[in-house]
């Protein structure tokens, strides 16, 4: 069973709000230097925008990768997002999953630091697109 219209406006925005608070948890991160859990808060921030994005057009995911590929189906390649935003949105995913789950993987601020300002443009475009 589908979403009603009021449900799907109350997920999205709750997905969004999670997107928002979440990015602003970096910036504790990078004062602190927590490299890795910088990667994951940025690469969870866009999930959330993603994920809001997919349910406001009535697209249902159950994993990162259907999120992944679903974004990619339905607004990369219809040009809404350019195949550079695609491949970022699969690039904080990727240092993500190597930071959370690989053996000897060191993050740096060289790796952190010029994804934070990309981040906070994918979420603000997705939020404009919600509105």
């Known amino acids: 069973m589908g979403l009603t219209d009021e449900e799907r406006k109350t997920v999205v925005q709750y997905r969004m709000e999670k997107a928002k608070k ?51 189906l339905n607004f990369v390649k219809t040009d809404v997002f350019s195949q550079q935003e695609g491949k970022f949105y699969r690039k904080l995913f990727e240092l993500r999953q190597e930071g959370d789950y690989e053996d000897w993987i060191t993050l740096s601020e060289e790796d952190i630091i010029p994804l934070v300002e990309p981040v906070k443009n994918f979420i603000d475009k997705i939020e404009q697109l919600l509105k």
């Open 22 to 72: 979440t990015f602003a948890e970096i910036e504790n991160h990078v004062q602190l230097e927590y490299w890795h859990t910088a990667a994951n808060r940025l690469y969870y921030a866009c999930f959330y925008a993603v994920s809001a994005l997919l349910v406001q057009n009535g697209i249902v995911t159950k994993t990162h990768n259907g999120v992944i590929n679903q974004f990619g």
